[in-house]
């Protein structure tokens, strides 16, 4: 939790207390009229001002002083869930609360149905923990069959970890709390993505992959779902459609973590492509002969 001090409220108040107008206090203290307007809507807080002021009210610094607890949030951990029993495995270590983000692109109607399968995965999810061990192993049960529809969908869970503070507001007709606030208050957040899925924030930014190996890549996401900036990314089934969309694989700039150059300098390499596509080395090098007449595929040009 960190502390915030802002001065512009009190000295609103000692001011409108005495009666005084900004122009008589700016008079009073020797500064411009604009410049209490400024310090009244903490939009500066210039200790030579702050000090004038004072001055002008004939109190110290600790009376125009107003302390704001501000939350903070930090990622704890990043990871890719694509079988059922690595999302049992996770959901093990229950958190506090989750977010649904869905980061994948899907036709109308298999996001009708991918909607469905979610719904009911989740119906349940923060109500049943591994301390109830016969209504979290009914859980288990129930959504094996809708998880698994997910991953034959070739989609997977990207989830990001989150400990954060937690307010306590004082409610009107209840106790009040012993403490202000929960300390690593935990929050999990489930992005559904595609399982060879990668992103953009921008077009100027490094493409990623959803890559718990990647810290620049999960703080990105982190960043994005805490301000709510997911509005003009771009989100790919997969490195090949990134590259189709971007005209070639010289067009996009590389995350040197996510996709590191092969010794041919290509970032994509048939291990890639195989898992991708589905298709054998020997497929893929048929097809690579029919095309080009080379004897082997070493990634994309």
Known sequence: MRKVFRYGRRIQELREERAWTQEHLAAVAGLSPRTIQRVERDSTQDAETIRSIAAAFDVDLKRLRSIYLVPESRLVRTRLVKTVKEFVSAERERNHAYTRVKMVPLKDELDKETD???????????????????????????????????????????????????????????????????????????????QHGCFQLSSADAL?????????????????????????????????????????????????????????????????????????????HEISEEISDEQFLQGLA
Not at 138 to 167: M, R, T, V
Not at 254 to 280: D, K, N
Request: net charge negative; glycine share 6%.
């Open 208 to 284: 990623h992959r959803f890559n718990e190996s990647c810290r620049t890549a999960g703080d990105a996401l982190f960043t994005a779902i805490k301000k709510e900036e997911n509005k003009g990314s771009y989100v790919f089934a997969n490195a090949l459609c990134a590259i189709a969309n971007a005209g070639s694989e010289g067009a996009i700039r590389w995350c040197e973590t996510c996709f590191p150059p092969t010794p041919t300098g290509s970032r994509i390499t048939l291990e890639y492509i195989e898992h991708v596509t589905g298709m054998t080395r020997a497929q893929l």
């Open 116 to 194: 469905s399968l979610l719904n009911e995965v989740f119906r349940d999810c923060e109500y049943v923990g591994p301390d109830e061990p016969e209504l979290w192993q009914s859980y288990i049960e129930g959504i094996k069959e809708p998880l698994q529809s997910l991953f034959n969908l070739g989609l997977a869970f990207f989830l990001l970890d989150e400990s954060q503070d937690l307010l306590l507001p004082t409610v009107p007709g209840f106790p009040k709390p012993t403490a202000d606030h929960i300390e690593n208050w935990r929050v999990r957040h489930f992005l559904l993505v595609s």
